[in-house]
């Protein structure tokens, strides 16, 4: 009778067991269910064709032009909207791998993902594009998908190519300098001139030479990439000081010298990330690199590999800078596998470079670089990591501070609940074997599973906030990450 009523008492406290139970009954079924529609999408993925997009820009218009390695594509086949500030574009009967359009450079473009729909029944994938600025209204009016002649589909925007760009002062005029007849009759070229209503091409005297130095043909070998950017901060900063006493110097981001060589993009990125950890601990300075002013020479330079002379004198002026560092890319023709890393130091009065530095570096290693400090996250990644462990997907994001926060909670919370219901459990164990002296031991459990009960609560309460918390912010995103770097490393511990 006595055990009788203890069991019922239990099982109103829910003892683990049966917690544990229904915990995994829920889970084996979600998995399978999970499992069986991966395996159906997988078969009509392979089975499938594939799906290309690549990017044109005529002029006034920007077209994305999908490509399938089976069937020709067909107009009632894509569908067109723009969700969020975003412009999706979805195919159906085609198949294709998640990826982030890397290579697409071009001024009105942030970022744009292709990437496949895993939970559909039939074969789909979308491409989700990201602008710099919202589309005007008449663009966005005027989207037309446009069947070609040989089997591929584009979606045309129409969209001048003018992009905004901030009202800046314009550059001072070059110092006076002695009358030269010859410079007199020199021909005037383009160059940036700015009123009341912002920055336009107009006549201006002739820029300074922007091409830079070719260094010395018996180029040395390629320089220790974990020291060229360290060299450079520190002999520009040098520099820099002879100009002023605590002066301020402009840092521009890395372009490319050669408008052909698109492939150079991920590592311009890299080495601008790079020079700007190594510029901020730089004394006696102040380096302006701030995002608005990143952004306005994004504008500026529009579809040039680099910001012209003229230009980036003009932004200096505009953000106070008494100097302006323009850096840039290029593969040594006829050195396979080096690249050339030229940075020039310009005074933004006269436009006179006062040092230009050359470094050249191995592409493979700083292609290596790149890989490992490029990271690409997805919402999905950072949803499941949640679901698995509070505060994983935090982690997974960058967000070490919470994420370790919600993880260290929940680790507490999750043992001690364990502990007290494995503890619970061998009281109620010794209570029903009627051993001597155990007549105490029912009140223990009973003590041992409200304890349980309550840590099992909080351990609940915290998993869903953080799974809640994740689903609210988490994005997908990719970005540069320099903690995983190891550049010695890559070096070959040199």
């Given at each position: 009778m006595r055990a009788l009523l203890f069991a019922r008492l239990a099982l109103l406290r829910l003892p683990l067991s049966l917690a544990l139970s229904l915990a995994l009954s829920l889970a084996l079924s979600l998995a399978l269910s999970l499992a069986l529609s991966l395996a159906l999408s997988l078969s009509a993925a392979l089975a499938a064709p594939a799906l290309s997009v690549q990017l044109e820009a005529p002029e006034g218009a920007l077209e994305f032009v999908f490509a399938s390695d089976g069937e020709p594509l067909s107009a009632d086949q894509l569908k067109v909207e723009f969700v969020k500030g975003r412009l999706v574009v979805e195919v159906s009967g085609v198949a294709a791998a998640r990826a982030w359009q890397r290579g697409w450079a071009h001024p009105m473009l942030d970022r744009a993902l292709l990437y496949p729909h895993k939970q559909s029944k039939t074969p789909k994938a979308s491409l989700k594009v990201k602008f710099q600025r919202k589309p005007p209204k008449e663009s966005l009016g005027a989207l037309e998908v446009v069947e070609r002649e040989d089997g591929r589909v584009a979606v045309r925007m129409p969209w001048e190519g003018a992009a905004a760009v901030p009202e800046l002062a314009p550059a001072p005029a070059p110092a006076p300098a002695s009358p030269d007849p010859a410079a007199a009759a020199a021909p005037a070229e383009e160059g940036l001139d700015v009123d009341a209503k912002g920055a336009s091409l107009a006549e201006a005297p002739r820029a300074p030479e922007e091409v830079f130095a070719d260094p010395d043909a018996h180029a040395p070998a390629p320089h220790e990439l974990r020291r060229v950017y360290q060299e450079l901060a520190a002999a520009q900063a040098e520099a820099a000081r002879e100009e002023s006493r605590v002066p301020r110097v402009l840092a521009l981001p890395f372009g490319r010298l050669s408008g052909d060589e698109r492939g150079l993009d991920g590592l311009a990125q890299l080495s601008?990330?790079?020079?700007?950890?190594?510029?901020?601990?730089?004394?006696?300075?102040?380096w302006v690199s701030s995002e608005q002013s990143r952004s306005y020479a994004a504008h500026l330079r529009h579809d040039a590999p680099m910001l012209d002379v003229e230009r980036a004198r003009a932004l200096a002026v505009h953000e106070g800078a008494d100097l302006v560092l323009r850096s840039g890319l290029r593969a040594e023709p006829g050195r396979a596998g080096i690249v050339r890393l030229s940075s020039q130091l310009l005074s933004t009065r006269t436009g006179e470079v006062r040092r230009e530095l050359n470094f050249f570096v191995s592409q493979d290693r700083l292609q290596a670089a790149f890989e490992g400090a490029w990271v690409e996250e997805t919402r999905g990644g950072a949803v499941l990591r949640s679901i698995v462990f509070p505060g994983w997907g935090h982690v997974y994001r960058g967000e070490r501070g919470a994420g370790w926060g919600y993880a260290g909670v929940g680790a507490a919370l999750l043992a001690g609940a364990v502990t007290s219901t494995v503890v619970g459990l061998l009281a109620a164990r010794d209570y029903n074997n009627n051993e001597a002296g155990a007549a105490h031991r029912r009140a223990d459990a009973n003590a041992h599973y409200d304890r349980a009960n309550v840590l099992w609560v909080g351990y609940g309460a915290t998993w869903l906030a953080s799974l809640l918390?994740?689903?609210?912010?988490?994005?997908?995103?990719?970005?540069?990450?320099?903690?995983?770097?190891?550049?010695?490393?890559?070096?070959?511990?040199r």
């Open positions: 601008t990330r790079l020079l700007d950890a190594q510029l901020l601990h730089s004394p006696d300075l102040i918390s994740t689903v609210a912010q988490a994005h997908d995103r990719s970005y540069l990450d320099l903690s995983r770097v190891d550049l010695a490393e890559i070096e070959g511990g």
